[in-house]
């Protein structure tokens, strides 16, 4: 029985229940979606293709950073939005969301429309864009967004549960999922740096998943956890990155057995810092009861590739609009169009992608 069979929804966005439903799909069939960070319409849909090609469901994030960029991103804010207040944060969210709402459907998936880390810097942020939700319920009767994402890991883990819960209080009224994470990933990503971190603080400890569950469960089933596993954001050599997700699996039988369910997986955990992990690590925390894996660092440099080979292969036909190795009066324009070179960025990292579509068992599932 494929994810699409239990989804009220077949294609588009999906919200509410059918994100619940999709992601217990996920973890009985033994299969995590990939979380693709979208940054612009082009890299929309590049990812869209894929799952398409690939039959599968699809996340689309959006940083903080990146849904600036979305908006119009630049140095100085007389040129651009200014985003003192996070004003082109919470434009761009908005904006992409509506794009994503507009183009998913026509790619026939599944599609879980959400938002990456937000820090406590962060959190107007979160507000602005629980203010767009809460205008887009009251019409149409569900959020805008899927999901969002708070993390407040590097604070004190009483602040970080209570505040989570506060925010998961506003969100559960629309059935929205809200994703936290306790135990930072390490590494360096859109400006939060956490290379220098303790390595004690890369590993969750059960406890503190338990008290995550016992506070947020009453209070709304949809939230996921990201717990720390050895997790760095980046891409490494192999070798240099310690993850154990076995500890995952620990993490669930301690709860599992505090609750004194039968469930052997009643905590959705999310895997951060992905790009570069091998086969085998996704797989094993598969296992344990992922059902996201945030792919990033690795998908920048698929699409830069496309785009970097067309630049050096057709070097002699883009020097200047008139002019070539096939004449002094050739015309060049269909060589530097940005819809042909920007497709390039595309096709690599769309094919990056399938990539993880495959890796995760994710491929085939609708």
């Known amino acids: 029985m494929g994810s699409q069979s239990i989804l009220t929804r077949k294609s588009g966005v999906i919200v509410g229940d059918d994100v619940l439903a999709l992601f217990k799909h996920a973890q009985e069939k033994k299969y995590a979606i990939p979380a693709i960070n979208v940054t612009s319409s082009s890299t929309v849909v590049a990812s869209l293709e894929a799952a398409r090609d690939k039959k599968a469901p699809i996340i689309l994030q959006m940083s903080q950073g990146g849904c600036a960029f979305f908006a119009g991103k630049v140095t100085r804010p007389e040129y651009g939005v200014a985003n003192d207040k996070q004003q082109a944060s919470i434009a761009g969210a908005v904006a992409a969301a509506h794009y994503v709402r507009s183009v998913a459907p026509a790619y026939g998936i599944p599609v879980v429309l959400h938002t990456d880390h937000c820090a406590k810097k962060l959190l107007p942020w979160l507000d602005g864009m629980l203010d767009a939700d809460e205008a887009y319920f009251k019409e149409h009767g569900e959020p805008l967004f899927s999901s969002h994402m708070i993390d407040l890991s590097e604070d004190p883990v009483e602040y970080n549960i ?205």
Not at 182 to 202: A, F, K, P, R
């Open 162 to 366: 209570s505040t989570t819960q506060k925010y998961l209080k506003r969100a559960a009224p629309m059935k929205q999922w809200l994703e936290m994470e306790i135990g930072i990933t390490g590494g360096e990503e859109d400006g939060v740096n956490n290379e220098d971190v303790d390595n004690n603080s890369l590993y969750t400890q059960p406890q503190d998943i338990f008290d995550i569950y016992q506070a947020l469960s009453p209070v709304s089933p949809y939230f996921s956890i990201a717990a720390g596993f050895g997790n760095v954001h980046g891409v490494y050599k192999p070798g240099n990155v310690k993850l154990h997700p076995e500890l995952l699996g620990k993490h669930q039988d301690f709860v599992k057995d505090k609750l004194g369910v039968k469930d052997s997986k009643p905590v959705y955990f999310v895997f951060h810092g992905g790009s570069g992990s091998a086969k085998k690590e996704y797989t094993d925390a598969i296992s344990y009861g992922v059902v996201k894996v945030n792919l990033d660092t690795d998908l920048q440099y698929a699409y830069l590739t496309g785009v970097r080979d067309y630049i050096l292969n057709k070097k002699d036909y883009i020097l200047s609009p008139v002019g070539n190795p096939d004449g002094e009066d050739k015309p060049n324009k269909k060589y530097f169009d940005p819809r042909v070179w920007v497709r390039e960025g595309e096709k690599t990292m769309s094919a990056r992608v399938m990539e993880g579509l495959v890796d995760f068992n994710t491929a085939g599932q609708l």
